[in-house]
């Protein structure tokens, strides 16, 4: 049984950092066909895809509204991916989820929701002063 578990939200100030973590069970990272990736859901917007990442090969996207402020990861030692976030900025708030799926081969597509079949709860991130 594939779950997924969020973790890290909370309220920042902007230009704060904050790191967001997501604990997965059912799915083994090193596995060359996983990818997890991290979506986001302002209030009142759709939810959109902020970061994928391919484990097993260190390969991530991002869209360019993040990329140069957002990197991706996965832990050494425990089926975790993380979502560092730095110079955070009060759009940036929103419901923060993590995804998992399996596919063979990596490209853009895994910042498309479609490409999705499990998904965690989601953590908030507040960006207000």
Same mark, same amino acid.
Not at 103 to 108: P, T
Not at 125 to 129: A, D, E, F, N
């Given at each position: 049984?594939v ?7 909370g ?7 904050? /790191?967001?973590? %997501?604990?997965v069970?059912?799915f083994?990272?090193?596995? !060359? ?6 979506? /986001? ?8 895809g902020?970061?994928c990442?391919k484990?097993?090969l260190?390969?991530?996207w991002f869209?360019?509204?993040? /990329? ?7 832990g050494?030692?425990?089926? !975790? ?17 993590c995804?998992?799926?399996s ?6 597509w %895994?910042?498309?929701?479609?490409s ?8 908030q ?5």
């Open positions: 049984q779950q997924l578990v969020e973790s890290g939200g309220l920042v100030q902007p230009g704060e950092s904050l /790191r967001l973590s %997501c604990a069970f059912g083994t990272l090193a596995d !060359t066909d996983v990818y997890i990736g991290w979506f /986001r859901q302002a209030p009142g917007k759709e939810r959109g902020i970061s990442l484990p097993s260190g390969y991530s869209p360019d509204s993040v /990329r140069d402020r957002f990197t991706t990861s996965r050494d030692t425990s089926n !975790t991916v993380y979502l560092t976030m730095t110079d955070l900025r009060p759009e940036d708030t929103g419901l923060y989820y995804a998992a799926g596919r063979d081969g990596h490209g853009r %895994c910042l498309e929701s479609t999705y079949a499990y998904w965690g709860h989601g953590t991130v507040t960006v207000s002063s």
